[in-house]
């Protein structure tokens, strides 16, 4: 089949496609700057940023092996030839990030360009893979994660990435895209686990474009099977140990769909909903793809009716195999959701077309520009919030350890990272202690200061070891509160 001869667009389908990435980027970089907000918040990127601008660069300044680390080194390694090459150390982390976000929807719309069929009449080939962009581009989610020190957005950016090429190599069967492929994906896993799931997919396609050509020219596809898997377990490797280590993985367990209140290793977490309809009402949450995620729905029903497996593999398996593996997680996070948010937006996208052409009035068009144009003002109010909120809690915490003397030990939970980045000495983490150690810490007479979140310590640690030593503590030898700012409380301990 040939392509369309009907009247195309003068704007190069490239150009435009490449100008959503400016959606992302221009107003996180806005929101960055208004804020002076540099990426790290919480516990995880305070550690992606420390190894990567300490032991990482260090390794690769020597030629050496990246040391071991808990999670993924993908991402922290990539920092680390940023923070090299730019001579950045405190933005690198957000500096990979946004360039990852701003590259997302640009990715989504090549990909969503592969998912239209030939011999589509009028713009179809060119309208409905940018508004899948632009769908994606005004997801609050997206410009929040491109914000932060976090491996979300480049993991989603290589996996989207993977999937355009698999779809290149299935139409071509030629070697770059093959490897291109196979690479992305493979990276994507290496720089964050979950993406293993959406490499399925992925997987099939290029699977089933071999077999496809083994039939043509059987030495070619075993050429180009044996070339591509090699360098998919070299780049993965590092990150095979991370899969099978129960101590980096938090017990999936698939009771946990029906659940909203689940045991872990980090205290009772208690929910709203279960595990499973949060995952399922993502999509249709402000920061997403609100009322326009309805839309989906008649795109499903369009690449069903069409019966190609690829469609089916990298619009409908992807999300699917996404949302399965969350309800079974025992963690509800709204960034969890954009390892699924590429094909939901291109379904989306198709089914604004499916729309159009039951209806064919303007007003379709209307109505989702004007989805578009809230989904926008949303993004901006949910990541505007976010980085306050974050940047409020950093603050709280720097003014309560301003207290503390420099001779005094300080033992906190939940603050340990962003001390130790800001240098703070002599912090413990409470989650590392147990009784008898605590006890012979304050043994041996030393100042020592205790920084919480007692609405935590009570809620999600009362069943495990923090919370009960902060209550025999607090019994003997005796907490004094020195301060409290935010959801924070700084209490000095008695002298035994």
């Not at 970089?29 to 990482?56: C, E, K, N, T, W």
Request: aromatic share 8%; net charge neutral.
């Amino acid at each position: 089949m040939t392509e369309s001869t009907s009247r195309q667009p003068r704007v190069p389908f490239p150009v435009v496609a490449a100008a959503l990435g400016l959606v992302v980027l221009v107003p996180a970089a806005l929101i960055a700057a208004i804020h002076g907000f540099d990426g790290l918040y919480g516990q995880d990127s305070f550690g992606y940023v420390d190894y990567a601008l300490g032991p990482a660069v260090e390794s690769l300044r020597s030629f050496q092996a990246l040391p071991d680390f808990h999670w993924p080194v993908g991402y922290p390694f990539a920092v680390a030839l940023v923070a090299m090459a730019t001579g950045l150390e405190k933005q690198a982390g957000q500096l990979v990030s946004v360039l990852a976000g701003a590259a997302v929807p640009v990715l989504v719309a090549f990909l969503a360009r592969e998912m239209i069929p030939l011999d589509q009449a009028g713009r179809a080939r060119w309208a409905v893979p940018i508004l899948a962009g632009l769908v994606v581009a005004v997801a609050g989610q997206l410009w929040q994660s491109s914000l932060v020190a976090m491996s979300d957005t480049t993991a989603l950016a290589l996996a989207t990435l993977g999937a355009w090429a698999a779809c290149r190599y299935a139409r071509s069967g030629s070697l770059p895209w093959i490897l291109l492929a196979c690479a992305a994906a493979a990276l994507a896993i290496e720089v964050r686990l979950i993406y293993a799931v959406v490499g399925a997919p992925i997987a099939f396609v290029v699977a089933r474009s071999l077999v496809h050509g083994w039939r043509l020219d059987p030495r070619r596809a075993a050429a180009h099977a044996i070339a591509a898997a090699v360098l998919a377990v070299v780049l993965v490797a590092p990150a095979l140990g991370e899969i099978g280590d129960a101590s980096n993985s938090q017990s999936w367990n698939p009771a946990f769909a029906a659940q909203s209140v689940v045991e872990t290793l980090d205290g009772r977490l208690t929910y709203e909903l279960p595990m499973s309809a949060f995952y399922l009402l993502q999509p249709v949450q402000t920061y997403w793809f609100s009322l326009l995620a309805v839309l989906a729905l008649p795109g499903i029903a369009a690449i069903v009716r069409r019966r190609d497996p690829i469609q089916i593999a990298l619009l409908i398996a992807w999300p699917a195999l996404v949302l399965v593996f969350l309800a079974g997680n025992p963690y509800q996070n709204t960034r969890y959701f954009l390892a699924a948010a590429p094909p939901v937006a291109i379904l989306i996208s198709l089914g604004t077309l499916v729309v159009w052409r039951f209806l064919k009035t303007p007003i379709t068009v209307l109505v989702v520009v004007a989805a578009l144009v809230l989904g926008a003002f949303n993004a901006s109010n949910f990541t505007y919030a976010f980085v306050e909120r974050v940047s409020r809690n950093s603050a709280s915490i720097r003014a309560l350890a301003a207290h503390v003397p420099p001779d005094a030990r300080l033992i906190t939970l939940g603050a340990t990272a962003q001390l130790r980045h800001d240098r703070i000495p002599n912090v413990i983490e409470l989650a590392s202690l147990d009784q008898q150690a605590t006890a012979q810490l304050l043994a041996d007479g030393r100042p020592t200061y205790l920084l919480i979140d007692r609405a935590s310590i009570a809620g999600q640690w009362t069943t495990r070891a923090p919370a009960a030593i902060v209550a025999s503590i607090e019994a003997a030898p005796g907490l004094r509160e020195v301060d409290v700012s935010g959801i924070w409380t700084l209490y000095e301990v008695a002298p035994i």
